[in-house]
């Protein structure tokens, strides 16, 4: 989803904001902020709901939210007093007070790459991708040894990078933990934590998937099985009934080579026991 408000717009989804037609790189804290606030808006945030959600677990003085704030409104073009964008509530937290608009995104690229974990595969689009055990990452691995918000994965036109947001027990590539923006390619092996990552070219085959599904009608009937020559019919046990003509088939043959006589002989007995 693209925000548009002031003169920047914010792509939830790529986890990026431009201004004035030009991207604007924010830290990821800075970020994280901006983006809390503009999905909460028009409500406050608390300064303890910031806390927990950008220090989660830590103790931080009250001068580093500010700080973050004072960054998030330069960026934006704002200021503290006479704010159009991030308002100030007194001893209490922060809003967003712009008007903001969605506006159309384009259409996304296909994926080409994508990240194995225990047989699930994430597809990776052009764009920011959130790892981590909260529910509101791109990429939910939900594991003890994983941070909330533990790495980003960072794809453009194909090419894809990831970086540590700071996580308990780091981010490795091929063995080597990272402290930067370090590149990705098919085959790499990422270690989250101690959750083991394969990263694979997507395959051309899985970006369009179709699904068959019986909507026909009784008066049409199902499809031919010539549209579906992978489709093999199924070769059905037979029933009782298609077997009892069998049975009674044997019946009559066994009468015509030894139960016909016996038969004769005892309705002769009868005729003549009547006679007499």
């Given at each position: 989803?693209?925000?548009?408000?002031?003169?920047?717009?914010?792509?939830?989804r790529?986890?990026?904001?431009?201004?004035?037609?030009?991207?604007?790189?924010?830290?990821?804290?800075?970020?994280?902020?901006?983006?809390?606030?503009?999905?909460?808006?028009?409500?406050?945030?608390?300064?303890?709901e910031?806390?927990?959600?950008?220090?989660?677990?830590?103790?931080?003085?009250?001068?580093?939210?500010?700080?973050l704030v004072?960054?998030?409104?330069?960026?934006?073009?704002?200021?503290?007093?006479?704010?159009?964008?991030?308002?100030?509530?007194?001893?209490?937290?922060?809003?967003?007070?712009?008007?903001?608009t969605?506006?159309?995104?384009e259409?996304?690229?296909?994926?080409?790459?994508?990240?194995?974990?225990?047989?699930?595969?994430?597809?990776?689009?052009?764009?920011?991708?959130?790892?981590?055990?909260?529910?509101?990452?791109?990429?939910?691995?939900?594991?003890?040894?994983?941070?909330?918000?533990?790495?980003?994965?960072?794809?453009?036109?194909?090419?894809?990078?990831?970086?540590?947001?700071?996580?308990?027990?780091?981010?490795?590539v091929?063995?080597?933990?990272?402290?930067?923006?370090?590149?990705?390619?098919?085959?790499?092996?990422?270690?989250?934590?101690?959750?083991?990552?394969?990263?694979?070219?997507?395959?051309?085959?899985?970006?369009?998937?179709?699904?068959?599904?019986?909507?026909?009608?009784?008066?049409?009937?199902?499809?031919?099985?010539e549209k579906?020559?992978?489709?093999?019919?199924?070769?059905?046990?037979?029933?009782?009934?298609?077997?009892?003509?069998?049975?009674?088939?044997?019946?009559a043959?066994?009468?015509?080579?030894?139960?016909?006589?016996?038969?004769?002989?005892?309705?002769?007995?009868?005729?003549?026991?009547?006679?007499?």
């Amino acid at each position: 989803m693209r925000l548009k408000f002031a003169d920047c717009v914010l792509d939830l989804r790529a986890r990026q904001l431009e201004r004035q037609g030009k991207t604007v790189p924010l830290e990821p804290k800075v970020y994280e902020l901006l983006e809390a606030l503009i999905k909460r808006r028009p409500a406050v945030v608390t300064n303890n709901e910031l806390d927990e959600l950008l220090w989660p677990q830590v103790y931080v003085a009250r001068t580093s939210l500010t700080r973050l704030v004072s960054e998030l409104r330069a960026e934006l073009g704002d200021t503290p007093h006479g704010s159009q964008v991030i308002r100030t509530v007194y001893k209490r937290g922060y809003a967003f007070c712009a008007e903001a608009t969605a506006v159309r995104s384009e259409a996304a690229s296909p994926a080409t790459i994508e990240l194995v974990w225990k047989k699930q595969a994430f597809s990776l689009t052009d764009g920011e991708h959130l790892a981590g055990r909260d529910a509101e990452c791109s990429l939910v691995i939900d594991a003890s040894s994983i941070s909330r918000r533990h790495a980003r994965i960072t794809v453009v036109a194909g090419a894809a990078t990831i970086e540590d947001l700071d996580s308990t027990n780091g981010t490795h590539v091929n063995g080597t933990r990272i402290s930067g923006l370090t590149p990705l390619t098919p085959g790499d092996e990422v270690l989250l934590g101690s959750e083991a990552l394969q990263v694979r070219r997507r395959s051309p085959s899985a970006l369009t998937v179709k699904v068959f599904r019986r909507s026909w009608s009784s008066n049409v009937g199902p499809p031919s099985m010539e549209k579906y020559p992978s489709r093999k019919p199924v070769a059905l046990a037979p029933s009782y009934a298609s077997s009892a003509p069998r049975r009674t088939l044997a019946r009559a043959s066994s009468s015509s080579v030894g139960v016909g006589p016996s038969l004769d002989k005892r309705t002769s007995s009868r005729s003549t026991a009547a006679s007499s």
